[in-house]
């Protein structure tokens, strides 16, 4: 185009160098109202289409990620009430842990004090029991004693079983009378040594 309008200008023609042939607008602008109206017609609706099934995605997804959104911050809140309820209850078993523990404890101790107690009464059974078989037998020894003694002095037999036993008893008893004077006194010289 550029070569044709050369020519034509050094030919002389009524043809000017800015302006194109009068045809060439009519064609040109024909050319670009049928461009115009394909593209108006069938492109357009085609890129609108396009961009509104874009929009309405995007729209979509953002509807959807606040509504994730929103649930995400429900199970949160969710999760946190849990862990708050877990936290109680954990506590709550402690506390009954440590509650049944001092229970338990302190019937131990009353069972170990109401086993000491049975134990120190039994010993004290055994003991008194033990004491009076030593004293029985203790009798029994210095009765015989005694009265093998006595026979020795009084130079007769006492072979009577009522007599023996009376000479025991009167010797035991000035024995014990003996015992506490003698418990007495070191009662007294304590006392006094204070």
Same mark, same amino acid.
């Given at each position: 185009?550029?070569?044709?309008?050369?020519?034509?200008?050094?030919? =002389? /023609?009524?043809? $000017?160098?800015?302006?194109?042939?009068?045809?060439?607008?009519? #064609?040109?602008?024909?050319?670009?109202?049928?461009? /115009?109206?394909?593209? #108006?017609?069938?492109? *357009?609706?085609?890129?609108?289409?396009?961009?509104?099934?874009?929009?309405?995605?995007?729209?979509?997804?953002? %509807?959807?990620?606040?509504?994730?959104?929103?649930?995400?911050?429900?199970?949160?809140?969710?999760?946190?009430?849990?862990?708050?309820?877990?936290?109680?209850?954990?506590?709550?078993?402690?506390? !009954?842990?440590?509650?049944? /523990?001092?229970?338990?404890?302190?019937? @131990? &101790? $009353?069972?170990?004090?109401?086993?000491? !107690? &049975?134990?120190? !009464?039994?010993?004290?059974?055994?003991?008194?029991?033990?004491?009076?078989?030593?004293?029985? $037998?203790?009798? $029994?020894?210095?009765?015989? *004693?005694?009265?093998?003694?006595?026979?020795?002095?009084? =130079?007769?037999?006492?072979?009577? +079983?009522?007599?023996?036993?009376?000479?025991?008893?009167?010797?035991? +008893?000035? *024995?014990?009378?003996? @015992? /506490?004077?003698?418990?007495?006194?070191? +009662?007294?010289?304590?006392? %006094? =040594?204070?």
């Amino acid at each position: 185009m550029i070569a044709t309008t050369l020519v034509l200008a050094a030919e =002389g /023609g009524e043809q $000017s160098i800015l302006l194109p042939a009068t045809y060439d607008i009519v #064609w040109s602008a024909v050319c670009a109202l049928i461009i /115009g109206l394909v593209f #108006w017609k069938v492109v *357009l609706p085609v890129f609108t289409r396009i961009l509104d099934e874009r929009t309405e995605l995007i729209e979509g997804g953002l %509807k959807r990620a606040e509504v994730a959104q929103e649930e995400a911050a429900a199970l949160i809140e969710q999760y946190k009430a849990q862990l708050d309820e877990a936290r109680t209850e954990a506590a709550r078993v402690r506390e !009954e842990a440590r509650a049944e /523990g001092q229970a338990i404890l302190a019937e @131990l &101790r $009353s069972k170990a004090t109401a086993d000491a !107690e &049975r134990i120190v !009464e039994t010993a004290h059974r055994q003991i008194e029991a033990e004491r009076q078989a030593a004293a029985i $037998s203790l009798r $029994s020894d210095v009765g015989s *004693l005694a009265t093998d003694l006595a026979a020795r002095i009084l =130079g007769e037999s006492l072979s009577d +079983d009522a007599r023996a036993s009376r000479v025991v008893d009167r010797f035991l +008893d000035e *024995l014990d009378g003996q @015992l /506490g004077a003698s418990a007495d006194e070191a +009662d007294a010289d304590r006392v %006094k =040594g204070r």
